[in-house]
């Protein structure tokens, strides 16, 4: 049977925990594989904001996804993405979602970075409900990859709530991350 890649891990788990009506944000759109699960997930009566500094990244989720009622598109750094997001949605977030590294099939060197991320999951932290999840799949092959990966996993952890790590053993070098990370009241911070 074939291993399923982590992305397909973090759909599944996704698709487990968000429901229908839902409030999401993919916090790094890229190529809009990640909002195109988001935007099942939540149906038509929820609502997915998505955000990429790149023009290109919006274009290429625009084209897999069409036009979606209750979803937005954003080009912004996602550590501002407070500006964008309407004033209600704070703290009903059911899911934030990031993907770090460059946009495949793009400019390697566009990549996210340590200072702009850690404000993004400020930011996402502050944004989560009580009952929310930030899910974290960071590739560390590009420069700072690896430090920017350590910053989200120990931000994370001091924050109150359950904290998984998924690091598979790859051909790949160095491997990616995943980061699950479920608020919750019975799980003070460290
Ligand atoms: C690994 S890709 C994301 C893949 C994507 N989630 C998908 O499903 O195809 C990382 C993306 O993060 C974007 N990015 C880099 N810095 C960013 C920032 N400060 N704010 C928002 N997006 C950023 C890049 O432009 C790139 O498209």
Do not use: I
């Not at 899910?135 to 994370?156: F, I, K, M, N, T």
């Amino acid at each position: 049977m074939r291993t399923p890649r982590l992305v397909e891990r973090v759909h599944a788990d996704l698709r487990r925990h968000l429901r229908a009506g839902d409030l999401a944000v993919d916090a790094t759109l890229g190529n809009g594989h990640d909002a195109a699960c988001l935007v099942q997930c939540v149906g038509p009566t929820g609502r997915v904001w998505g955000f990429d500094v790149q023009e290109r990244a919006l274009s290429a989720t625009r084209e897999r996804l069409g036009d979606v009622p209750g979803f937005a598109a954003v080009q912004a750094d996602h550590a501002r993405m407070d500006e964008h997001l309407p004033k209600d949605v704070r703290g009903r977030l059911r899911a934030v979602v990031f993907n770090l590294g460059w946009l495949p099939g793009g400019d390697h060197t566009l990549t996210t970075r340590t200072a702009s991320t850690l404000a993004a999951v400020e930011v996402a932290l502050a944004w989560l409900a009580p009952d929310g999840v930030l899910s974290c799949l960071a590739y560390r092959g590009h420069p700072g990859g690896q430090q920017e990966a350590r910053a989200v996993d120990a931000r994370l952890a001091a924050s109150a709530g359950r904290l998984t790590r998924v690091a598979p053993e790859g051909t790949r070098e160095p491997a990616p991350l995943w980061l699950w990370f479920e608020r919750s009241r019975d799980h003070p911070p460290r």
